[in-house]
């Protein structure tokens, strides 16, 4: 499995946590273990560039999804596409939210992944099913922690 992180963000962010998170969310998602991601961190203005180019929308946000394969069975393997988050914003989103940053961007990782298999939370009741997806991708992972 080939989950490849870059952090040009100039934050600390837990990588080797992020990729083990992953890791174990591509195999409870029962995903071929040779599906690739790629995570990127990025810096709040390399988020807003990149906001307004594929989102047509101003100021940073917290991830953006990049599909690019979708497997048409679970022994498929293929390249599933990149994620980007920006720790700022995650932190930001932390603290709001009480939690840690490095909580937020679990949440972040887990839901951009979802978004590069084709989930969507654009209307309510899919809402609710990508956010508890993505609730318990990340809860398993920490009871492993």
């Known amino acids: 499995m080939t989950i490849e992180i870059t952090n040009k963000s100039g934050e600390l962010v837990p990588t080797e946590s992020v990729r083990t998170l992953l890791q174990n969310s591509l195999v409870e998602l029962k995903l071929n273990p040779e599906c690739e991601v ?73 839901h951009g992944l979802l978004h590069i298999l084709g989930y969507d939370h654009a209307e309510s009741a899919d809402e609710k099913i990508m956010f508890a997806l993505q609730e318990d991708l990340v809860k398993k992972y920490e009871a492993l922690a």
């Open 38 to 110: 790629n995570l990127v961190f990025v810096n709040v203005a390399e988020m807003t560039e990149l906001h307004i180019k594929w989102m047509d929308e101003g100021g940073p946000t917290d991830v953006l999804s990049f599909p690019m394969d979708i497997p048409v069975d679970e022994n498929e393997a293929v390249t599933l596409g990149d994620i980007v988050i920006s720790p700022v914003v995650a932190a930001e989103q932390a603290a709001a939210a009480g939690h840690s940053a490095e909580r937020e961007i679990f949440i972040l990782a887990a």
